[in-house]
């Protein structure tokens, strides 16, 4: 077992770490920016070592300062979290050579599936269904315009190093097909240093369904079930259940497996999450693969009850996965409201500053993951999440019911939320009944907010 853990993060997942740490009774270290000083992280850990000024390149994305505190605090390993340097490559690799376990998959595993385009290639080898469209980057306009009718419109251009929803462009007509593949090559320039796109059919009113894998180095792997992902805002999650309303025992069984083929045909070990978009015909495709703990992982481990994170650090250590297939089984509903730092009223404009009070729920079957408290002062450096609400229920009536009351317990004042803006989404019809696609924001919540 690791003797002492860094965390390379900030906010709530930086906390969640260090929990998992404590009850593994492993030592755990925080950095921080000069602006995060007086963050609950830096408390909650061991050690606490400075890394930088505010900007994120110059503190948490600053992998050399990153490697020397965790060498002048005699770290053994390093977890990363989730965004930050959870997907680079690079900084695994110098984690390794410098004798420092990284808590995640190898650098090949997150260098194959960060490459859209090769990611894609390597699940039509393993024979994981995947949305027509390029076999590899797309250089030229003239071959985007002869795929593109090929597969017929509408489609998709996709940054190949793209997340986020950066360097993305839906394109209905031909004759919009040039001037968007200019417009994502210069955004996807301007946010990953890499210009290349490919291009894929895009699949109308879809589910956004991702499975969580967890596989040791010795090529064990299960999958826990399905998360639904589909309330989105400009492809950021905003609300995520388990399991998902549309997906049948059957569906689930298939989706599990093909994930797991995948996952395994490219040698994956660690948590991890293979996203799939599912159409109306309940058809599922695969999208991409996140290579760490996704921030919606609190809805698995309410329903299947496993510890995510401490199973990513064990299996970080070559000790064998113990969970075995046929011992996950989903037990009842759970639902998670990302509640951000947000206007949703003003087009959802970050909201910085200083939280005056704050009370968080409580009660059986309600979970808090947050960072924030009295005084805390938010930041406008880094992303707006302050907080996830995550509730189960022993089925999804139920769920709703729960999470209902806790959004009304739950107060956050001196700056805006998207408290209300999720009040507002699970009364509607179209959330009650499941009857819903990752185009909800667009089509139903600004309607309103323009009717009103």
Not at 235 to 261: D, F, N, Y
Not at 326 to 333: A, D, I, T
Request: aromatic letters at 8%.
């Amino acid at each position: 077992m690791f003797k002492k853990i860094l965390i390379a993060n900030r906010g709530e997942i930086a906390i969640r770490i260090i929990r998992a740490c404590k009850e593994l009774g492993i030592q755990t270290v925080a950095v921080y920016s000069t602006q995060d000083e007086n963050a609950l992280h830096t408390v909650f850990a061991d050690e606490a070592v400075c890394i930088g000024p505010a900007s994120s390149s110059q503190s948490y994305l600053n992998a050399t300062r990153i490697i020397s505190a965790a060498e002048i605090t005699g770290a053994d390993a390093v977890h990363p979290g989730y965004g930050f340097l959870a997907e680079n490559s690079e900084f695994a690799e110098m984690c390794n050579s410098c004798e420092i376990s990284f808590i995640g998959p190898s650098p090949e595993n997150i260098r194959r599936m960060g490459d859209k385009a090769e990611a894609k290639k390597y699940m039509t080898e393993a024979g994981v269904p995947v949305v027509p469209g390029s076999e590899g980057v797309i250089k030229k306009e003239s071959e985007a315009v002869q795929l593109a009718d090929e597969v017929g419109y509408p489609v998709m251009l996709k940054a190949v190093a793209g997340g986020g929803g950066k360097g993305m462009r839906i394109v209905k007509e031909a004759k919009n097909l040039e001037n968007s593949f200019m417009m994502a090559r210069a955004e996807a320039e301007a946010a990953f240093g890499n210009p290349d796109l490919y291009l894929e059919k895009y699949i109308e009113g879809p589910r956004h369904i991702e499975i969580q894998l967890l596989g040791d180095q010795q090529g064990n792997m299960v999958y826990l079930g399905e998360r639904e992902c589909s309330i989105q805002r400009r492809h950021q999650k905003l609300i995520e259940e388990c399991p998902s309303p549309i997906v049948t025992e059957k569906i689930r069984k298939a989706m599990g497996e093909s994930a797991v083929k995948g996952a395994l045909h490219v040698g994956y070990y660690s948590a991890g999450t293979i996203e799939f978009l599912v159409d109306v015909d309940l058809n599922f495709y695969f999208m991409e693969m996140n290579t760490r703990i996704q921030v919606e992982h609190p809805v698995t481990e309410m329903v299947y009850h496993v510890d995510l994170i401490k199973e990513q650090i064990m299996v970080a250590t070559g000790r064998t996965l113990e969970l075995k297939q046929n011992q996950l089984k989903p037990l009842g509903h759970s639902i998670e409201c990302r509640i951000n730092a947000e206007d949703p009223a003003n087009n959802f404009i970050p909201s910085p500053g200083e939280v005056t009070s704050v009370y968080q729920p409580g009660g059986p079957g309600t979970r808090v993951d947050t960072h924030i408290y009295g005084s805390y002062k938010i930041p406008p450096f880094y992303d707006s999440l302050i907080a996830k609400l995550i509730v189960w229920g022993k089925d999804r009536e139920e769920a709703i019911n729960r999470m209902r009351r806790a959004l009304d317990e739950f107060v956050v004042e001196g700056i805006k939320t998207t408290i209300p803006f999720h009040k507002y989404v699970i009364e509607t019809e179209e959330f009650k009944s499941g009857n819903f696609d990752t185009n909800f924001i667009e089509k139903i919540y600004r309607k309103e907010l323009i009717e009103t």
